[in-house]
């Protein structure tokens, strides 16, 4: 975590501050160092909000009104079937990748003074955690996701996931969706437009490692559904390589088409090192989003 804080601060605190705002504006005046405008005194306004030297100037009382300023829930949603602890890279699961992923947003939430909620699952189960707020919650929240993400889960499934925070969670909130890539099924794509209407949503996918990148001496590649050795021809296959890659550039584009007709934004994350930027560009695509 303390790397993580450190790789925040030095990249996307300053790329998404004004954006993830943790005090955000309200339309409902109230009192906080934000000035909004002046108007004029009327019975019971507090005397301490009055601006004496505008009044002098115009001859008439006058009262300063400031920015109301409230918190969000910033709500993680993870996939945690046992495909997320398959690998993402050598020696980096699409787990490590999640758990990183939701810790980054989930400091940027707690340094905008913002509430932390979580919830996690699989096709067999789904869970959640309260909001709460303080580096020790997020903390409790990833374990909870870490934990889970292991080969003896269920299998995976977002929609059941979404279809869990339709039913448990109440009010607005902005939420994060860390899943792996797969097939968009229109039970999924069901949930993300419900999902849409009711949140706002962020979607991050995170991507598989690709066989064929595996260097020989990296050891054995297990397929986490069949437990069965990939063949030694696989690796290095220029051939395959080539319609893997084709396949995962289609599934990205039909994960980026769901997304968008449901009025959800969504990025890709594809290793470690782009963590950071990944959720960086997400909170971009996110701020230009509301603006429409």
């Known amino acids: 975590m303390p790397a993580i ?12 501050q004004g954006h993830l705002e943790g005090e955000y504006r309200s339309a409902h005046p109230g009192h906080s160092l934000d000035f ?47 495909s997320m602890a398959a690998a993402s890279t050598v020696g980096v699961s699409k787990r490590d990748l999640a758990v990183q992923a939701a810790g980054l947003l989930g400091l940027v939430a ?21 909001p709460g707020r303080g580096e020790l919650h997020l903390e409790r929240c990833l374990a909870e996701v870490f934990e889970a993400a292991v080969p003896a889960a269920g299998p995976t499934n977002v929609a059941a996931v979404l279809d869990h925070i339709a039913r448990t969670v109440r009010h607005r909130t902005l939420m994060l969706v860390v899943c792996d890539e797969h097939d968009v099924s229109e039970m999924l794509a069901v949930a993300l437009r419900r999902a849409g ?53 289609a599934q990205r584009q039909a994960w980026s088409a769901a997304c968008s007709r ?30 429409r």
Do not use: C
């Open 262 to 291: 449901a009025g959800v934004v969504h990025e890709h994350l594809g290793d470690q090192s782009d963590a950071v930027a990944a959720v960086a560009r997400l909170l971009m695509k996110q701020r230009h989003a509301r603006r």
């Open 197 to 249: 209407a009711q949140h706002e949503v962020m979607v991050l996918t995170v991507g598989d490692l690709d066989p064929t990148s595996v260097p020989r001496r990296a050891g054995a590649v297990v397929d986490i559904d069949s437990g069965q050795r990939l063949p030694a021809w696989v690796r290095n296959d220029q051939q395959l390589a080539a319609e893997i890659l084709e396949d995962r550039a």
């Open 36 to 82: 909004n405008d002046l108007r004029a005194y009327v019975r019971g306004d507090d005397v301490k909000d009055m601006d004496w030297r505008a009044s002098a100037r115009t001859g008439q009382p006058l009262v300063r009104r400031f920015e109301g300023r409230r918190s969000h829930t910033v709500l993680l949603a993870v996939s945690t079937g046992r």
């Open 110 to 130: 707690l340094t905008h003074g913002d509430r932390v909620a979580l919830a996690w699952g699989d096709a067999g189960r789904q869970r959640g955690r309260r």
């Open 5 to 16: 804080k450190a790789r925040l601060r030095l990249h996307a605190h300053r790329r998404v």
